[in-house]
Nanobody, 125 residues
Framework: QVQLVESGGGLVQAGGSLRLSCAASGRTFSSYAMGWFRQAPGKERKFVAAISWSGGSTSYADSMKGRFTISRDSAKNTVYLQMNSLKPEDTAVYYC??????????????????WGQGTQVTVSS
């Protein structure tokens, strides 16, 4: 069992930056691939970014490439999402997710087993 707690959300103006954190506890964090997803009001939850157990493989949704960066600190059992050049359309609840996976493997978006409660990000125009 893995427990995930997100933090770092808030209100920011367009063009600004935020860094989200996801603290994991429970089973061995380092053997889990981690992902970030987001859900805007009235819309489906969508993939944002993911990082492998090793940290050596990352994946991003096309609209986030070049603006968002995912990273992890296994010593702190924490995964981060650095978000730059934020746009109003980035407004959503951001969720952290985890799945046991191989060293450099990025699992399919639908296969994550554990989810956090989410943190709200609001970008004003």
């Amino acid at each position: 069992q893995v427990q995930l707690v997100e933090s770092g959300g808030g209100l920011v103006q367009a063009g600004g930056s935020l860094r989200l954190s996801c603290a994991a506890s429970g089973r061995t964090f380092s053997s889990y691939a981690m992902g970030w997803f987001r859900q805007a009001p009235g819309k489906e939850r969508k993939f944002v970014a993911a990082i492998s157990w090793s940290g050596g493989s990352t994946s991003y949704a096309d609209s986030m490439k070049g603006r968002f960066t995912i990273s992890r600190d296994s010593a702190k059992n924490t995964v981060y999402l650095q978000m730059n050049s934020l746009k109003p359309e980035d407004t959503a609840v951001y969720y952290c997710a985890a799945r046991s996976a191989g060293w450099n493997y990025i699992p399919p978006n639908s296969s994550y087993d554990y989810w956090g409660q989410g943190t709200q990000v609001t970008v004003s125009s």
